[in-house]
């Protein structure tokens, strides 16, 4: 607790000084604006006369944009780049403005130049969607050094589409071009040239999956025609003129179907670079040749495994984009790139050419802990060959241990080890094996084995994890009298947790993600399914060839065996708002039910509620289940958790410089048990109670974005406390109510996002 309190101390030291430098600097944004210029402190977008174009629409086409804003309102690089003071004639002066004009935002001055080159933006974009008589003004306020812009759009009444034509001299294109069920061209939408161009695209695309090599979408042009004193657009697709002009065999060549006669890949060569000195290894069959310089990267059987594109096929643009995928997801390939060369006769030869990525990776890390007044030490050390058997196959070995000194004279001990086998083919062998001592508590050793294959699903986005076989032993050597009394000498039902036993269980999961790198700046969503089941094969023999023991639970060698099923479903929507900022939310469902020959879900797959990423205000494992309030032993700790879980999360980010992002965040939700045990009073999921049990949380938090990865820091404050709903009526978390830092705020430090 001293320890706590003398954090406190020094957190209010050097925070509270800096908040009030940038409420000061906040208070005079205009400190580094030249006299005889302005401050563009607002530049607001009105649309009149039309809901089917909004000011987000537009925003992207200002030329200048007041400086970022947190929250709609506080323009904090503004305020840290005003820090900086005015007068540097010594060099510490110096040091102090360099870095706070350095982690802040320069004033955005108000240009009038770049007005105008908006209105003009903001009129061809109106022009783009159709409204061809739209008009844009500006209305200037100037308040004390601050200009604020309005562009007020007036869209008028736009050009529709009528009607659609074709004049193509080839009748596969034309069938593709007309094709009514597929078609972005619709009678009555926007003359929009943005979906006229993606139309282009359409077709474009449809062609080069058939077969048509030599197909690009500017071969393609719209003649439109309007009616006089009419808003409606008549068009029609030709091709472009100097194709029109062609005679027809040279047009014809254009619209030829391609075949691939030979598949080559190129490893670690380049001829334009290779030196003289090094031999150059060459392999060739079945249409295919494989080149490569000094040591051979992959085996051909894998490469062919992994390309899409194959001799014999018609040319496809979506086999292409398919072999840089599977290609670029192999960990011993570094870069890819697939070209084509025509060699008459209607055929084409495909070089893929690859560079190798590290083959071997060795990584350690060490870190400090520190819970509840227990100081601990962790760390471990990772290996990675990314290329074991030369097929792509990914060998990985870990090894971790921690040490905890406990404030009893106790010690807890926990160490890992891991390994890993990953196939080329999706398929992944797994085996784990984890050593834990708690003093006072138990002795625990749990042995994994898993084999999983993941499915990449035809649609983009998607794909699915089979788990076939996921095995574990959680074999208990020791336990202390108080913890035995408490959990295993008795009828607590959720002994079954805290016995050895034995846990064979069948998994899939499905995963979404929308995110893409070629389109980073965009909202997008992720979703996550996931369901197991456990002991119904082994309940089903052990039945017809045993007789369960007198507490009628069947066992294998004296080792009861888990029986349970399990579902998580999780969705997070990530909005951009601006640039570099995001809106994302996130719900999260979870229930696991045991049955036959279980009383209780297994310790390792009950849920637990707090920590860096779940109703941050609380640390991990200390909230819930429902209003249940540990007394702060050991064996309460082990009693917070559950069989129902319930996540929501709003979190705001902005990056406000380089690798710099900042965060708020609000987190709600528990665990609750699907029974009313004795041990977790007030645990039980009741539809008439669990919404007042529903913890919520504030805080915010700082995330270093390396790229490889992001370390993350989380300040979170309780809001709504339900284990106070029977202790003190207290539960909400406010100063008059005694907030304090050591029971209502948490740190959290992690490697991630939280969602």
Request: hydrophobic share 35%; glycine share 6%.
């Amino acid at each position: 607790m001293c320890t706590r309190l003398k954090n406190v101390k020094n957190i209010r030291r050097y925070i509270l000084p800096l908040l009030c430098l940038l409420l000061l600097s906040a208070c005079n944004t205009t400190k580094f604006v030249p006299e005889d210029k302005y401050l563009l402190n607002k530049a607001k977008i009105e649309v009149a006369d039309t809901k089917q174009v909004s000011a987000g629409d537009l925003r992207g086409f200002l030329r200048q944009k007041p400086n970022t804003e947190i929250l709609g309102f506080w323009k904090l690089q503004l305020d840290i780049y005003n820090t900086a003071p005015a007068d540097t004639s010594t060099k510490s002066r110096k040091r102090l403005a360099r870095n706070a004009h350095k982690l802040g935002e320069a004033p955005e001055i108000y240009d009038e130049a770049l007005t105008r080159a908006s209105m003009e933006q903001l009129n061809k974009a109106m022009h783009n969607k159709g409204y061809f008589h739209s008009s844009v003004d500006t209305l200037l306020r100037l308040k004390k050094r601050k200009m604020n812009i309005t562009y007020r759009v007036t869209a008028r009444e736009p050009y529709r589409l009528r009607n659609c034509s074709y004049l193509l001299q080839n009748s596969e294109l034309m069938q593709v071009a007309s094709d009514q069920r597929r078609t972005l061209l619709k009678e009555g939408m926007l003359f929009d040239a943005d979906v006229l161009d993606s139309e282009r695209q359409r077709i474009t695309s449809a062609m080069r999956r058939r077969g048509y090599y030599y197909m690009e979408k500017n071969m393609l042009r719209y003649v439109a025609d309007s009616a006089l004193q009419s808003r409606e657009v008549d068009v029609e697709l030709r091709l472009q003129q100097y194709i029109e002009q062609m005679p027809d065999s040279s047009r014809e060549r254009l619209f030829r179907r391609y075949k691939i006669r030979r598949v080559c890949f190129h490893m670690d060569y380049d001829p334009a670079f290779a030196p003289d000195s090094l031999t150059l290894h060459r392999t060739e069959s079945d249409d295919y040749q494989t080149t490569w310089v000094g040591r051979r990267l992959l085996r051909e059987r894998a490469l062919k495994h992994n390309c899409a594109v194959k001799p014999g096929d018609w040319f496809n643009e979506r086999r292409v984009e398919q072999t840089y995928e599977m290609l670029n997801r192999l960990g011993i390939i570094k870069y890819v790139d697939i070209s084509f060369t025509d060699v008459g006769d209607d055929e084409l030869d495909c070089h893929i050419v690859m560079s190798r990525s590290k083959l071997n990776t060795v990584s350690a890390e060490i870190e400090g802990t520190y819970s509840s007044g227990d100081w601990g030490i962790a760390a471990g050390v990772g290996y990675i060959n990314r290329n074991i058997f030369h097929g792509a196959e990914e060998l990985q070995l870990n090894v971790s241990g921690g040490y905890e000194w406990r404030q009893n004279g106790g010690r807890a001990i926990e160490a890992k080890a891991s390994a890993s086998l990953a196939f080329p083919i999706r398929l992944k062998l797994s085996l784990n094996g984890q050593y834990q001592t708690r003093p006072d508590e138990f002795t625990r050793t749990v042995a994994n084995a898993s084999l999983g294959y993941t499915l990449r699903s035809t649609r983009p986005g998607w794909s699915h994890v089979f788990s076939f076989l996921d095995v574990s032993y959680v074999y208990l050597p020791w336990m202390s009298d108080e913890f035995r009394d408490r959990f295993i000498n008795n009828s607590n039902p959720l002994k079954y947790s805290y016995e050895s036993h034995l846990i064979d269980a069948l998994g899939y999961t499905a995963i979404y993600s929308g995110f893409r790198r070629s389109r980073p700046n965009r909202s997008y969503s992720q979703a996550r399914f996931f369901a197991e089941a456990a002991g119904n094969v082994m309940y089903g023999l052990m039945k017809g060839l045993s007789k369960p023991g007198e507490d009628g639970v069947y066992t294998i060698g004296s080792v009861p065996f888990a029986q349970y099923v399990k579902a998580d479903v999780s969705y997070t929507y990530n909005r951009l708002l601006a640039d570099n900022h995001r809106l994302v939310w996130h719900v999260g469902l979870g229930v696991a039910v045991p049955f036959c020959n279980s009383s209780s879900v297994p310790y390792e797959k009950r849920y637990f509620a707090g920590g860096s990423n779940h109703v941050r205000g609380w640390t991990a494992h200390s909230l819930g289940p429902g209003t249940y309030r540990g007394e702060g032993s050991r064996t309460d700790y082990d009693n917070q958790t559950g069989d129902l879980h319930l996540d929501l999360s709003l979190e705001y980010r902005w990056k406000v410089w380089s690798f710099i992002e900042l965060a708020a965040f609000t987190d709600a939700g528990n665990i609750w048990t699907i029974r009313d045990y004795s041990t977790q009073p007030g645990g039980v999921f009741r539809f008439s109670e669990f919404y007042k049990q529903i913890a919520w949380s504030y805080g915010v938090g700082l995330r270093l974005d390396f790229s490889i990865l992001v370390f993350r820091v989380d300040f979170g404050v309780k809001l709504y406390d339900p284990s106070r709903i029977n202790y003190d009526q207290k539960q909400w978390r406010t100063a008059p109510n005694g907030l304090g830092w050591s029971d209502d705020m948490t740190f959290h430090f992690a490697i991630g996002h939280p969602f």
